[in-house]
């Protein structure tokens, strides 16, 4: 099947526990653990969001959704952590996860592991929890302007991320804050074809 698991929720492998370390932060674009896409995570509406923006193999459709009217959606740009809420006293958050194998949302935690690595867990009905470590690809992402204004959001002190973002020397290829910050959603480019995920529909649209 040429759709693969990007969020990789049911594993048999182990998953170890991230050791407390200092706070990492969780946005920016990571590739999962069999190579085969990369998820942008950015802070949207005050709570951290994950879409896919980037496939080894282009032209994947959302085929294993349940919703007829959704089989035909391109797997780019899809949602896959949704909502996910930082759980107080600790460097990790909760939300769902979509799994796009069989089209089903799940319970699902992020947690950073250093700088570098993000270690996702789900489970399904409460057990049957695995695990899997994203490496990431490109760097943090300030808040932009869409989801520095969205209810929830805290506002920004332009310390450290966004330093991060404006200083092109050392981002790597895929996905720069710049363009993350300045593009808008649908627009097209041969770099960044995603741009801010805060601005796409199923992220800009969701209830709270």
Known sequence: ?????????????????????????PTGDWRVADGVANIRVAQCNGSMWGAV????QP?????????????????LGMATLIDM??????DQWEGQVYNAKDGQLYSATITPAGTDQLE???????????????????????LSPANAMARGA???SGAA?????????????????????????????AADPIGDICLLPEIAGFAH
């Open 1 to 25: 099947m040429r759709l693969a698991l990007y969020t990789g929720i049911i594993l048999a492998a182990g998953y170890t526990c991230p050791t407390p370390a200092l706070a990492a932060d």
């Open 53 to 56: 923006s980037w496939e080894k």
């Open 59 to 75: 032209g994947g459709r959302d085929e294993n959704n349940p919703d007829v009217s959704k089989k035909n959606r391109p797997t």
């Open 85 to 90: 809420k930082k759980k107080p006293g600790v």
């Open 120 to 142: 996702i867990k789900g489970c399904v009905m409460g057990f049957l929890c695995g695990g899997e470590t994203w490496t990431r690809v490109g760097p943090p992402i300030p």
């Open 154 to 156: 805290p506002k920004s």
């Open 161 to 189: 991320p966004k330093a991060q973002g404006t200083t092109g020397a050392t981002a790597p290829a895929p996905a720069a804050p710049k363009a993350v910050g300045a593009a808008k959603a649908g627009q097209k480019g």
